[in-house]
């Protein structure tokens, strides 16, 4: 941190305050003694989600608690399993270490953990994410989750 008098690079810091998304130091220059405040704001790096038609957006826990939310409604599923997916699915996008991901990787994620969690609930997050043109689709789908 540099003087803002007289531009010394050594400074100590005589006093520390957090705040809910700040730290306000209190420093000191170590030549010329002038006292000055700094202000660090916390910076959450957030990750980008690109989407199929190359358009960006952070990724957001809301619109993927929402989708799978819409897949198990009506379904023996517990609102427990479905936070746990949730965070599964948080955690292993987090894990990637990555500022961005492809929304196809967020939704394979999905779509495998809903396959072992409920069948109908898969079909319906299937359809929409494999966007599914007709009813040939849905058989196919159909086919394979039978085979497993």
């Known amino acids: 941190m540099n003087c803002p008098s007289c531009s ?6 005589i006093e520390s305050r957090e705040s809910s998304d700040s730290i306000r130091r209190r420093r ?3 030549d010329c003694s002038k006292r000055f405040t700094t202000y660090e ?5 957030s990750i980008t989600v690109i989407k199929n038609d190359y358009t960006k957006e952070s990724f957001s826990l809301d619109k993927l608690e929402k989708s ?6 009506k ?9 746990k997916l949730i965070l ?5 996008v987090n894990s990637l ?16 953990k809903l396959r ?8 319906r997050f299937a359809s929409v994410y494999k966007d599914f043109k007709d009813l040939s689709n849905f058989e196919n789908e159909l086919n394979q989750l039978l085979k497993k």
């Open 68 to 73: 799978i939310k819409i897949a198990c409604t």
């Open 88 to 92: 599964e699915v948080e955690k292993e």
């Open 8 to 13: 010394f690079k050594n400074t100590k810091v």
């Open 97 to 112: 270490n990555q500022p961005t991901i492809e929304s196809k990787k967020i939704g394979e994620m999905v779509i495998n």
């Open 28 to 30: 000191e220059c170590l």
């Open 75 to 83: 379904r023996p599923v517990a609102n427990e399993d479905i936070n």
């Open 116 to 123: 072992t969690l409920d069948d109908v609930a898969y079909i």
């Open 41 to 45: 704001k916390i910076q959450i790096s």
